[in-house]
């Protein structure tokens, strides 16, 4: 692992992968860590995994969520500016406008979240 790498690493803190053993434990590792099996001792190392994939995954899972957070602000802020050139109204329309958009858009990006994950590659980790 190159010294950029290691520096992103302890920046940015991906999201744990999912390790089960040979013998059928279930263990959620830090990407670059190795975990030890308690029953059988096998030690499984996520650095196996390559890092363009890794980081690659992790950058398009958190372009996701900044792509709902950019809604919910842009709607705020329709809100708020109708509110304080129009009426102040708009104020108080604004959490029946957030309830729907819970309600109506939260649901379907949920599920296409889950649907993306899904769908992201699974390594094959040999145990060391």
């Known amino acids: ?75 705020a802020a329709v809100f708020i500016l109708l509110g304080s050139l129009l009426s102040d109204a708009f104020y108080f329309m604004m959490p029946i406008a957030f309830s729907g958009w819970y309600l109506m858009i939260m649901p379907r990006w949920r599920s296409r979240l889950r649907r993306k994950a899904r769908a992201a590659p699974q390594w094959t980790l040999r145990p060391e």
Do not use: F
Request: aromatic content about 8%; overall charge positive; some cysteine.
């Open 1 to 75: 692992m190159s010294g950029k790498d290691r520096r992103r690493l302890s920046l940015v803190k991906g999201a744990q992968i999912t390790v089960q053993c040979d013998c059928g434990r279930l263990n959620y590792v830090a990407y670059g860590e190795k975990w030890q099996c308690e029953d059988c001792k096998r030690v499984w190392n996520t650095s196996q995994i390559p890092p363009e994939e890794y980081w690659g995954l992790m950058r398009s899972m958190r372009a996701e969520r900044l792509k709902v957070i950019g809604m919910a602000l842009g709607i």
